[in-house]
């Protein structure tokens, strides 16, 4: 089984700021990756399919980028909405796979 | 609208069976592959099954295998979810979601979610 590694699993940031999250895979993916947001109480939201490909509807200041192993999840300036746990999928191979998850939290 | 809604989550004591249900709208059901998707109670999500478009090929985590069965019925644009022998492990909310696909289909995400259904396994 692919193991995804997030890091860090706990971010805590101020809005504006520039926030990155890892995403680490324990073998090579391509770029079959996806990011998910999540809210307390809701279901997650794709953010980022296909390591870099924005999701028609979210904001341009998310962005995904990398291949293989190494991925990354970047917000340009956190917003008050960006408050949330995110977490990468990998859909290269089953079991498709989740991170650990990364909460970002208001500083 | 899109819409995915499952029910038939509960309480049920160790060894039961429950069986999920999901109702799809606004979208042409025997399109996509279908999902679902678990999160235990404050733990992260957890990739459960998977069926194709027309329920000919069906994969699951190692966890479920031989306990769970996904299945679906295009004519009534429903996926469902048979557990038996239910653990306090698969205590947890279960999501039906959709796999949407790139143009050129090469890429798979999962681009539809429902609110969820809650299972409790405990005695």
């Known amino acids: 089984d692919i193991q995804l590694t997030q890091s860090p699993s706990f971010l805590s940031a101020s809005v504006g700021d520039r926030v990155t999250i890892t995403c680490r895979a324990s073998?090579?993916?391509?770029?079959?990756l996806a990011w998910y947001q999540q809210k307390p109480g809701k279901a997650p939201k794709l953010l980022i399919y296909?390591?870099?490909t924005l999701q028609s509807g979210v904001p341009s200041r998310f962005s995904g980028s990398g291949s293989g192993t190494e991925f990354t999840l970047t917000i340009s300036s956190l917003q008050p909405e960006d408050f949330a746990t995110y977490y990468c999928?990998?859909?290269?191979?089953?079991?498709?796979?989740f991170g650990q998850g990364t909460k970002v939290e208001i500083k | 609208e899109v819409q995915l809604v499952e029910s038939g989550g509960g309480l049920v004591q160790p060894g039961g069976s429950l069986r999920l249900s999901c109702a799809a709208s606004?979208?042409?059901?025997?399109?996509?592959?279908m999902s679902w998707v678990r999160q235990a109670p404050g733990k992260g999500l957890e990739w459960v099954a998977n069926?194709?478009?027309?329920?000919?090929?069906?994969y699951y985590v190692d966890s479920v295998k031989g306990r769970f069965t996904i299945s679906r019925d295009n004519a009534q644009n429903s996926l469902y979810l048979q557990m038996n022998s239910l653990r306090a492990e698969d205590t947890a909310v279960y999501y039906c979601?959709?796999?949407?696909?790139?143009?050129?289909?090469?890429?798979?995400?999962?681009?539809?979610w429902g609110k969820g259904t809650t299972v409790t396994v405990s005695s």
């Open positions: 979601v959709r796999k949407g696909s790139s143009i050129e289909g090469k890429y798979y995400y999962t681009d539809v």
């Open positions: 606004g979208f042409t059901f025997s399109s996509y592959w």
């Open positions: 069926i194709k478009q027309h329920g000919n090929e069906k």
């Open positions: 073998q090579g993916i391509s770029s079959y």
């Open positions: 296909a390591a870099s």
């Open positions: 999928q990998q859909l290269n191979s089953y079991p498709q796979t």
